[in-house]
């Protein structure tokens, strides 16, 4: 089974201060590993994937996220927080089986 | 973007009556599914395709069926609607369905069954 937790519900930063989405993966296989990005009324968009390739993975707008094995993460971090990142981040995990498995999200507040 | 349509984009309807979701794609990608998202849930998977005429439940998939008689439309159905299908429902497709292959989503639909 593959399951996906997002440690946080919900993150505030200042603008200009760095970004740390956290999530812990659970997967009987090799997975591979997206955050997706929802702003406000809007749908969903890739910010980035691991597919067992590099293991630091970077992506649209600043992003990256690094896979873990050993601790079985795959935070997302920016290094500087811009007020147009505030918007709910999801993180899922394939595994090969058709279905990708979505954590609850964290809603992320950029304060001015 | 991908060129994925879901029709409507809101609707009201009352309990018990049918309701039918249609998602329609310009990829020619293999795979969709159908999703709901609620707060404090991410998003949740109802069903999913393969193939035309060759789908499967997901997670949630309990008072809803599908079908998709053509590549491009997949469709969902409310048999008899309930308050607590009350939801945003998105589409998404991927080319291949492999675990490395990314998944698009739509705009979403947002339902509300009063």
């Known amino acids: 089974a593959q399951s996906v937790t997002q440690l946080d519900s919900h993150v505030s930063v200042s603008e200009g201060t760095p970004v740390l989405l956290r999530c812990n993966y659970s997967?009987?296989?090799?997975?591979?590993l997206f955050w997706y990005v929802q702003h406000p009324n809007k749908g969903l968009q890739l910010l980035l994937k691991?597919?067992?390739?590099?293991?630091l993975v970077k992506g649209i707008n600043g992003f990256e996220a690094e896979f873990k094995k050993s601790e079985t993460s795959f935070h997302l971090t920016k290094p500087s927080a811009h007020m147009s990142d505030a918007a709910e981040y999801f993180c899922?995990?394939?595994?090969?089986?058709?279905?990708?498995?979505f954590g609850t999200g964290t809603r992320l507040k950029v304060l001015a | 973007d991908a060129g994925i349509t879901q029709s409507p984009r809101h609707k009201v309807t009352e309990t018990g009556t049918p309701v039918t979701l249609r998602c329609h794609q310009t990829?020619?990608?293999?795979?969709m599914y159908w999703y709901r998202q609620d707060p404090g849930h991410g998003l949740r998977l109802i069903h999913y395709?393969?193939?035309?005429?060759?789908?499967d439940k997901g997670e949630v998939s309990d008072g809803y069926s599908v079908s998709r008689s053509k590549t491009e439309d997949f469709l969902l159905t409310l048999e008899s609607a309930t308050s607590s299908q009350t939801s945003v429902y998105f589409c998404?497709?991927?080319?291949?369905?492999?675990?490395?292959?990314?998944?698009?989503f739509g705009q979403g639909t947002r339902l509300t069954v009063v």
């Open positions: 997967s009987s296989y090799s997975p591979s």
């Open positions: 691991y597919t067992s390739a590099a293991t």
């Open positions: 899922v995990v394939n595994s090969g089986t058709y279905k990708y498995i």
């Open positions: 990829e020619n990608h293999r795979y």
């Open positions: 998404a497709i991927s080319e291949r369905g492999g675990a490395a292959e990314k998944a698009f």
């Open positions: 395709s393969y193939g035309v005429k060759d789908t």
